[in-house]
């Protein structure tokens, strides 16, 4: 089966409102390039470094402008649309790096949860404590649409490839990976985990990433791009900037790249232990 899908590149400011416009205009463009599913950057909503002015700005999921934006965006084109993540204010006061998608008819038809929380100090001087501010998600998501399971992940979840090759085990043909790397790590690492995720599991891979210089100081690496499950770059943005990258994807590939390299199936359980106790093991048999 053929499935044309868009990663949709923004470089979103502090301004609820005025990304959800911008999400709404690149989605339509990619909608009217033929794009059955869509997936838009993490943080799609606003990147804002400020805490106070953060909070202020937040919504419970039934509130949020852009919940309402990409459902309505969803219906009207016919499209699976999903949101790579947005900042929704939770019950307890707490806020959750939270994933949408919609289907065809405006639906919602899941949500996923950052699980894993960026808490860095790089050497160039940037510190950062996600979890600081967001209550990583406990569960991995997958579902099942009409051209295949999809699988869900988002920006540093790239980093630990168990809950890439759980999901992959389980079926999944298309992985997601919306994402706000850093410039300094997207540059070291970025092409080269996407490329090693989709390998690893033989499976299609969507990136979209924010791209640019952000109104909050922070720059972000871009590059969104789309993989096969043979680790080759179907379409790639530039290092900044709005842009749309459109693939075909056969998802019979899938199965193909499985069926020449079975890793999956071939995996197997082991122990491990240090040298010296194998030694202490063997000197006592």
Same mark, same amino acid.
């Given at each position: 089966?053929?499935?044309?899908?868009?990663?949709?590149?923004?470089?979103?400011?502090?301004?609820?409102?005025?990304?959800?416009?911008?999400?709404?205009?690149?989605?339509?463009?990619?909608?009217?390039?033929?794009?059955?599913?869509?997936?838009?950057?993490?943080?799609?909503?606003?990147?804002?470094?400020?805490?106070?002015?953060?909070?202020?700005?937040?919504?419970?999921?039934?509130?949020?402008?852009?919940?309402?934006?990409?459902?309505?965006?969803?219906?009207?084109?016919?499209?699976?649309?999903?949101?790579?993540?947005?900042?929704?204010? /939770?019950?307890?006061?707490? @806020?959750? #790096?939270?994933? %949408? =998608?919609?289907?065809?008819?405006? !639906?919602? *038809?899941?949500?996923?949860?950052?699980?894993?929380?960026?808490?860095?100090?790089?050497?160039?001087?940037?510190?950062?404590?996600?979890?600081?501010?967001?209550?990583?998600?406990?569960?991995?998501?997958?579902?099942?649409?009409?051209?295949?399971?999809?699988?869900?992940?988002?920006?540093?979840?790239?980093?630990?490839?168990?809950?890439?090759?759980?999901?992959?085990?389980?079926?999944?043909?298309?992985?997601?990976?919306?994402?706000?790397?850093?410039?300094?790590?997207?540059?070291?690492?970025?092409?080269?985990? /996407?490329?090693?995720?989709? @390998?690893? #599991?033989?499976? %299609? =891979?969507?990136?979209?990433?924010? !791209?640019? *210089?952000?109104?909050?100081?922070?720059?972000?690496?871009?590059?969104?791009?789309?993989?096969?499950?043979?680790?080759?770059?179907?379409?790639?943005?530039?290092?900044?900037?709005?842009?749309?990258?459109?693939?075909?994807?056969?998802?019979?590939?899938?199965?193909?790249?499985?069926?020449?390299?079975?890793?999956?199936?071939?995996?197997?359980?082991?122990?491990?232990?240090?040298?010296?106790?194998?030694?202490?093991?063997?000197?006592?048999?």
């Amino acid at each position: 089966m053929s499935l044309r899908v868009a990663a949709v590149q923004m470089c979103s400011g502090v301004d609820v409102a005025r990304n959800a416009d911008a999400m709404a205009r690149l989605v339509r463009e990619a909608a009217a390039q033929g794009a059955a599913y869509v997936q838009t950057p993490e943080m799609t909503g606003a990147l804002q470094r400020d805490r106070a002015a953060l909070r202020a700005q937040l919504r419970s999921e039934s509130e949020d402008l852009i919940v309402a934006t990409a459902a309505r965006l969803a219906g009207e084109l016919g499209i699976h649309l999903h949101v790579g993540s947005t900042a929704i204010a /939770l019950a307890d006061g707490k @806020i959750a #790096n939270r994933g %949408f =998608l919609f289907g065809p008819d405006g !639906g919602k *038809l899941c949500h996923y949860d950052k699980i894993h929380m960026f808490d860095v100090d790089l050497d160039n001087g940037e510190s950062w404590r996600e979890s600081a501010a967001y209550t990583p998600g406990q569960t991995a998501r997958m579902i099942d649409l009409p051209f295949g399971r999809l699988g869900f992940a988002i920006c540093y979840d790239v980093r630990f490839p168990e809950l890439f090759r759980r999901q992959a085990v389980e079926g999944v043909a298309l992985m997601s990976l919306p994402a706000a790397f850093t410039r300094q790590t997207g540059e070291a690492h970025w092409s080269v985990l /996407l490329r090693a995720r989709a @390998i690893e #599991n033989g499976f %299609f =891979l969507v990136a979209a990433a924010q !791209g640019g *210089l952000h109104e909050d100081g922070r720059e972000t690496y871009g590059h969104s791009m789309i993989i096969d499950p043979w680790g080759r770059i179907l379409g790639e943005a530039a290092a900044a900037g709005e842009e749309i990258v459109i693939a075909d994807l056969d998802l019979a590939a899938v199965a193909a790249a499985r069926g020449k390299i079975p890793n999956l199936k071939n995996a197997r359980a082991f122990g491990l232990e240090t040298a010296d106790r194998q030694a202490a093991q063997e000197a006592s048999a």
